[in-house]
């Protein structure tokens, strides 16, 4: 089965490659948890790898998404 990359080391790891292509995952938790750090860093692998993404919120404006993700040299 093919696995996409977290973009993250670690967790792929611990993901035995990653998350499988075709799951849905949905990261869940309190605020200031990495929630949004960790959707940021898997979709810049997605489109780092020329794949479709697409982020999904319902708490952040596109300028805090953007703001965050620069932070991370994104």
């Not at 898997?42 to 993700?69: H, P």
Request: proline residues 3%; hydrophobic residues 40%.
């Amino acid at each position: 089965m093919k696995r996409l990359s977290t973009g993250i080391r670690e967790l792929d790891k611990i993901l035995c490659g990653g998350i499988p292509e075709g799951f849905f995952v949905t990261l869940t938790g309190e605020p200031g948890t990495g929630k949004t750090i960790a959707c940021l860093h898997f979709i810049w692998a997605g489109l780092t790898n020329l794949e479709k993404c697409i982020y999904v919120t319902t708490e952040e404006s596109r300028e805090s998404i953007i703001r965050q993700a620069a932070q991370f040299g994104m």
